[in-house]
């Protein structure tokens, strides 16, 4: 009864698993899965002895309830709250949830194949602890799996380059909607009334190099430089950007934004790991970047590029200041 559980075999397993109209067992003789919709084939040579056990056992369970449970995971573990929303709305319909889930994804390439990485190596771990419990049946040590990092898998599909300047409109629209966004959060805190001093004080590069800089747009002074680098999808569609000038010896990270559709990917971290390497460190001694109350879950990218905080900037509505 003992078998080897190969990486053909177990590609084998998740498509029968997924096939949710055929029957299927796992014919241990010969290290394949055996059936189909109509039923297993079964070999004459069946053997049921007590001393190898049955050539044919069955397969991990997976029905439309762990395939539910699966999504509903995967949709929780999203750091994108837009696409988390929609796909927790998705879910939470009476009837038509998978094709509701699967036409919300469609609308979002980058999750959809986030969850395709997410739903294998997940269906994977399921055959894995199947093959563990068999295991131990055998009086054998039970094996690993090690996990697999989806968001580096779909981080490669990204293209990360110098601002050219057909994207200055994109670029400036993207900007626009940050600081709608700013502005909201600003107003949603309480802070409705500080909200445009503070937005005001939000930097959009204005200086470009001279090939790049828009029609009308002042040279950089000898005293200032600025840069900009893109983020593209593999299909050429603009997903975000980092901004910054250089005075002196030190770089002022202005802007780091990404679409709302492509947030949760890792892409401003990317940006920023590769902006700080685009400048000439003989030169460039130290950066420096302010990172708004609600974006404070992007600390932990900070410190892991050993960036340090040198000021905090707190606020107070006098009318709630306890006497």
């Given at each position: 009864m003992q078998f080897e559980l190969t990486e053909a075999l177990i590609d084998d397993i998740l498509f029968s698993m997924e096939d949710q109209e055929g029957e299927f067992l796992l014919d241990t003789v010969e290290g394949v899965?055996?059936?189909g919709i109509d039923g297993p084939e079964m070999s004459e040579n069946r053997t049921d002895d007590s001393k190898s056990g049955p050539q044919y056992i069955s397969l991990p369970e997976?029905?439309?309830a762990n395939g539910f449970r699966l999504m509903e995971r995967f949709a929780a573990s999203l750091r994108n709250p837009l696409v988390r929303n929609e796909l927790s709305s998705a879910?939470?319909?009476g009837?038509?949830?998978f094709r509701a889930f699967k036409d919300t994804l469609s609308r979002y390439p980058e999750a959809e194949k986030r969850w395709f990485a997410y739903?294998?190596?997940?269906?994977?771990?399921?055959i894995i602890r199947w093959y563990n419990g068999l295991r131990e049946e055998w009086g054998l040590e039970k094996i690993g799996m090690e996990p697999e990092d989806t968001g580096d898998l779909v981080l490669e599909d990204f293209r990360f380059h110098k601002f050219r300047r057909e994207?200055?409109?994109k670029v400036e629209e993207l900007h626009r909607r940050c600081l709608e966004e700013c502005r909201k959060n600003l107003t949603e805190a309480g802070m409705g009334s500080s909200a445009e001093v503070l937005i005001r004080e939000s930097q959009f590069f204005q200086s470009l190099s001279d090939d790049s800089s828009p029609a009308g747009a002042p040279p950089p002074s000898p005293h200032k430089a600025a840069l900009c680098l893109v983020a593209e999808t593999g299909d050429g569609e603009f997903a975000g950007y980092i901004s910054g000038i250089i005075r002196d010896s030190a770089l002022y990270i202005q802007n780091l934004e990404v679409k709302a559709e492509y947030r949760g990917l890792g892409i401003g971290e990317a940006l920023l790991v590769r902006f700080l390497d685009s400048v000439d460190h003989n030169e460039v001694n130290e950066a420096l970047l302010d990172l708004p109350s609600w974006a404070e879950g992007f600390a932990r990218v900070l410190h892991r590029e050993s960036f340090q905080p040198y000021t905090v900037r707190y606020w107070l509505k006098l009318r709630d200041r306890n006497d």
């Open positions: 899965v055996a059936g997976w029905d439309s879910l939470g319909r009837k038509g949830v739903k294998e190596t997940e269906m994977k771990r399921e994207h200055i409109l």
